[in-house]
């Protein structure tokens, strides 16, 4: 690429970004200069149907949700590896090939070891209650 | 060759000419989505939708712009000031730089970037923020269970939106975007890469948070979701913000899998739109044709079918590029 083309896809992606922030800025402040005011007795309270809201709205939330934050970072680093493979891949060979099936399986037996802890169950099928889990079979007696 | 001369002012202007028509041509597309949208979801349920304002309704969306900038700018007083008007800022602004590497024509595309892809999948992880901040920010029951299911749902569907395009970047050998056009002049990579296509479409829609992906939203368990406290242009920018994302979206699908703008006859330019267009209406079929799954379905979805899909078709590629080579 010459000189000219290369300033001026500079100047054309900085001019961009600013315009976009530009773009940002003036939605933000626009509407907050030409909306109304209005007031109103229960007006300054959360959402909450129509009722009166119960409590702090930071509250605690399933442990679900650290879970798939956790899985995320695994996975996704691990996928990071895989795209300077997928960019490489003339370059490494069969050598390399071997090397991304190796890494390939771990992350898929993985998967399946996470599948089968029910990490990826939304919600466990069967919590481990042993109790629970025999009570069917003694009915079962029981009835015969 | 000295940098103050004509020639290379006059390459500048140009270059920063397009780059503003392109800007503005992404957001206007996404703004006129809003309208054509309803209108056609309007039409495909037997209704007419929004058809009052000028000719068959075209002047809705001026309307409807100066209604909402007119609104009241609500900032909840139990919010986080400043990451409640962040949060609108970032949904809008993050999807739109996406736009700086998406080439249209061989003549048209604001930069040619070696990393274009992973510029999007850079800009697609921002936009997350967007969603956490407004939903945590809001102070709102409803807000931050629309926020937290919204994100745990993006991450899942990031992990594999990078490896679905893999497939594409190891047959090209070259994350840029315009390389990639170029490579599929002979045959689009739909053909040899449809499972890379699908899981992109999926993760598509659901890094987009549309229907059927729309959980965080569902509005008839959570209310609004994670913009239930937003108002104004706060909410416009939300909006909006989605409906780019929907041209951002389409706009890739054309260029990584169809082609880009390589066709028949027509010029570049026109394939390029009626393709985007044609990836577009889709999204909208797909909120007017599907019911929406329950959550733990599309969670389960994702990382049991998806990501192990996409690992395999990787691999699969990755033996084929080096059969053929």
């Known amino acids: ?144 | 060759m000295s940098w103050m001369s004509t020639d290379v002012l006059l390459a500048i202007t140009v270059g920063v000419l397009k780059a503003i028509v392109i800007l503005l041509a992404a957001v206007l597309s996404g703004a006129f989505l809003t309208v054509i949208e309803r209108r056609l979801l309007g039409l495909w349920q037997d209704r007419y939708g929004p058809n009052r304002v000028g000719i068959f309704g075209s002047g809705q969306l001026i309307a409807d712009m100066i209604k909402i900038f007119f609104k009241e700018d609500w900032i909840p007083p139990f919010a986080d000031r400043k990451l409640f008007v962040l949060a609108p800022a970032i949904a809008f602004a993050s999807l739109l730089l996406s736009f700086l590497v998406i080439p249209i024509t061989p003549g048209w595309g604001v930069a040619d970037l070696n990393i274009g892809i992973l510029f999007f999948f850079a800009m697609a992880g921002i936009n997350v923020y967007a969603v956490l901040f407004g939903g945590y920010a809001s102070a709102n029951k409803y807000a931050l269970i629309g926020a937290m299911r919204a994100s745990a749902q993006t991450l899942s569907y990031e992990v594999f939106i990078g490896l679905s395009l893999m497939g594409v970047v190891a047959m090209t050998g070259s994350f840029n975007m315009r390389d990639i056009v170029n490579g599929q002049e002979g045959l689009w990579y739909i053909v040899p890469q449809f499972f890379g296509f699908l899981t992109f479409l999926i993760a598509g829609v659901a890094v987009t948070h549309r229907a059927p992906f729309d959980q965080p939203e569902a509005e008839q368990e959570i209310a609004d979701g994670y913009h239930v406290e937003y108002s104004s242009m706060k909410f416009g920018m939300f909006f909006i913000g989605e409906y780019v994302g929907i041209v951002l979206v389409s706009a890739l699908l054309t260029t990584l899998f169809m082609g880009g703008w390589h066709g028949p006859l027509l010029p570049p330019i026109v394939w390029f739109l009626l393709k985007t267009s044609f990836f577009v209406m889709l999204f909208v079929l797909a909120r007017a044709a599907l019911p929406r799954p329950r959550y733990d379905r599309v969670m389960q979805f994702g990382w049991k079918f998806c990501l192990p899909l996409t690992l395999i078709n990787l691999l699969v590629t990755g033996v084929v590029v080096l059969l053929t080579a």
């Open chain 1, 1 to 144: 690429m010459d000189l000219a083309a290369q300033l001026a896809q500079n100047w054309s992606v900085g001019v961009f970004i600013v315009a976009v922030l530009a773009l940002c800025t003036f939605m933000v402040t626009a509407s907050a200069l030409l909306g109304g005011r209005a007031w109103g007795h229960n007006k300054e309270t959360p959402y909450e149907s129509g009722i009166v809201p119960a409590g702090s709205a930071h509250q605690r939330f399933s442990v679900k949700f650290y879970m798939v934050a956790m899985l995320f970072v695994i996975f996704d680093v691990e996928a990071l590896y895989l795209f300077g493979w997928a960019i490489s891949i003339r370059e490494t060979g069969w050598t390399g090939l071997i090397g991304a099936t190796i890494f390939i399986f771990i992350l898929l037996a993985g998967l399946i070891y996470d599948s089968r802890v029910g990490a990826l169950d939304w919600v466990p099928k069967r919590r481990v209650q042993p109790d629970r889990v025999h009570q069917p079979a003694q009915r079962d007696q029981a009835d015969n």
